[in-house]
């Protein structure tokens, strides 16, 4: 590792969320390999492949290595960073292995133009693709194109902590143009208003009260089937700090039944991780 390299520091919530993403890459490619389809795995916020653990410094690999290390084996990596640093870090990882490619920008941008298009239909590829956006940095356009392509599953990171934070203001006029922006281009459109605030009737106007985000998670679950296209999203499961605050929901999102099957069995094992007792 390049001693000059800082990596991120994640929580055990993300420690979980790393150890789903593992569960299921295997069956993934079992299934698909069982149907002479080719596997690829694509990481749109890859980071430098390993993390520290919060507390302890323990180095823990992070989603583009173990992915490296699934077996049965994806038939090609696509490893996006806008990071300089992360990304020579990913280069070194992946060194002698022609079927990594390593690509250095904003995956808005690169996933849409350079990487998409190389996974299609016609020559029975498929991808599994991993959206995890530190906040509101993903567009809604790459989520899209994945659906409506029709080969890509995806994991995203729903981030409720940043939505709640800059965003979901109990006093809607408050929040500035530009984090309304960001939420805008996040869920496609501004239909995350309607989602997020009922207008209700004061004694003098016109009053905006916010939902429970339960009904924004909601919202967005159905944009992913109806707008995205996307045949099969199962409720996603929340990661919890140690205080038990959901820090963000993990979602999935597929074409196909049996992919379904596996996240739910798998999302029930670790649906109550990080819950606070009551009492």
């Known amino acids: 590792m390049n001693s000059d390299l800082k990596i991120d520091e994640i929580g055990y919530w993300s ?10 890459a295997k069956p993934y490619n079992q299934i698909l390999r069982s149907h002479n389809l080719h596997p690829n795995y ?21 989603s583009p290595t173990r992915a490296l290390n699934v077996d049965p084996p994806f038939d090609s990596f696509y490893f996006v960073d806008s990071d300089e640093g992360r990304v020579s870090e990913l280069k070194r990882l992946s060194a002698g292995r022609s ?13 849409i133009s350079e ?16 959206l995890d956006p530190y906040g509101l940095d993903l567009d809604w356009q790459v989520i899209q194109t994945a659906g409506k392509s029709a080969v890509t599953e995806i994991f995203l990171n729903f981030p409720v902590m940043d939505m709640n934070r800059n965003v ?7 929040v500035s143009s530009s984090n309304q922006g960001r939420m805008t281009r996040f869920w496609g459109d501004d239909s995350w208003k309607v989602a997020a605030y009922t207008t209700t ?41 140690t205080k038990g605050a959901v820090v963000y929901f993990l979602f999935f999102a597929a074409q196909q039944p049996a992919a379904d099957k ?12 990080g819950e606070v007792p009551i009492g």
């Open 262 to 273: 596996i996240v739910k069995d798998i999302f029930a094992k670790y649906a109550h991780y």
């Open 201 to 241: 009737q004061g004694l003098f106007e016109e009053m905006q009260e916010k939902n429970p985000i339960s009904d924004v998670v909601e919202a967005f679950r159905n944009r992913l089937r109806k707008v995205a296209s996307f045949k099969h999203v199962p409720p996603p499961i929340p990661m919890r700090n």
């Open 15 to 24: 420690e979980i969320k790393l150890a789903i993403l593992e569960e299921y």
């Open 168 to 174: 979901f203001w109990r006093n809607y006029d408050g």
């Open 42 to 62: 694509v990481d749109g916020f890859a980071g430098a492949g390993h993390h520290q653990a919060k507390g302890s410094g323990r180095v823990i690999d992070g």
């Open 115 to 130: 990487v998409f298009p190389k996974i299609n239909y016609a020559n029975r590829q498929r991808a599994l693709c991993i």
């Open 99 to 111: 079927n990594v490619h390593v690509c250095h920008g904003d995956c808005n941008e690169v996933l």
